[in-house]
Structure formats: structure tokens, C-alpha cells
């Protein structure tokens, strides 16, 4: 069973930057696919970015050119460290975020592909 615990989360001005990270072990396969959702009270989970052992990258809408994930780590992906670098961070970016694991390549941001997830950190942003 993969392990995702993410850290970096907490309170920023609208604006400013901030950079979680999602520490991965005990990944067993040899494609993956990492990535980011959120969800703020109320509103339903949205799939924010992913990354792909395959070098594909996916961004939702509302985050692309501001947000950017990245991972460090062996590419056989035991044991990794995902990034998300939130830049320009808005009130509308308050959420809990989790990282999320896929087993195999990325397809989509849609929730049900996704099989592991990380217990969240917190972001809030105030104006």
C-alpha cells in the first residue's frame, strides 16, 4: 500500500506563494501517476494537477500558469517527492489539498481514477 503524506500547507495573503509537498514511499509500480486535488467546504473535490512517469503533465483551468507540480525521486517511484509551487494565490485557492496516486500512466483529473490518498494540508488565503 503507497504512503502519501504531505506537508507545507498553512496561511497566506492573497497573491502570495506557497509550496506543498507530498513525500510518496511503498509505491509498487513501475508507470505512475501523482497528483493534487482540493477541496474547500461546501464545493466539491477538484482535480488540480498531475504528473505522469511518462513525462505528461495536466493542469484544471483554474490553476494553469499559476500552479506547477514537479517531482523529485527515482523514476521507479518507491520513493519520491511530490511538489505543487502555488504561485499568485487567490481566497478562491482555500481548500484542503491531498495528494493523490493513480496506478499506471495519468488519463484524466477525474477523482475515481485515483486509488491512494494522502490524509490533506491545509491552505487558506485571505485577502
Known amino acids: 500500500q503507497p504512503r502519501l503524506a504531505e506537508s507545507g500547507g498553512g496561511s497566506v495573503q492573497s497573491g502570495r506563494s506557497l509550496r506543498i509537498s507530498c513525500e510518496v514511499s511503498?509505491?509498487?509500480?513501475?508507470?505512475?501517476?501523482f497528483g493534487w486535488f482540493r477541496q474547500a467546504p461546501g464545493k466539491e473535490r477538484e482535480g488540480v494537477a498531475n504528473?505522469?512517469?511518462?513525462?505528461?503533465?495536466?493542469?484544471?483551468?483554474s490553476v494553469k500558469g499559476r500552479f506547477t507540480i514537479s517531482q523529485d525521486g527515482a523514476k521507479t517511484n518507491a520513493k519520491s517527492t511530490v511538489y505543487l509551487q502555488m504561485n499568485d494565490l487567490q481566497v478562491a485557492d482555500t481548500a484542503m489539498y491531498y495528494c493523490?496516486?493513480?496506478?499506471?500512466?495519468?488519463?484524466?483529473?477525474?477523482?475515481?481514477?485515483?486509488?491512494?490518498w494522502g490524509q490533506g494540508t491545509q491552505v487558506t488565503v485571505s485577502s
Open positions: 493523490v496516486a493513480a496506478q499506471g500512466i495519468c488519463m484524466t483529473l477525474q477523482d475515481d481514477e485515483y486509488l491512494y
Open positions: 511503498e509505491y509498487p509500480y513501475s508507470s505512475s501517476c
Open positions: 504528473i505522469g512517469s511518462d513525462g505528461r503533465i495536466m493542469y484544471a483551468t
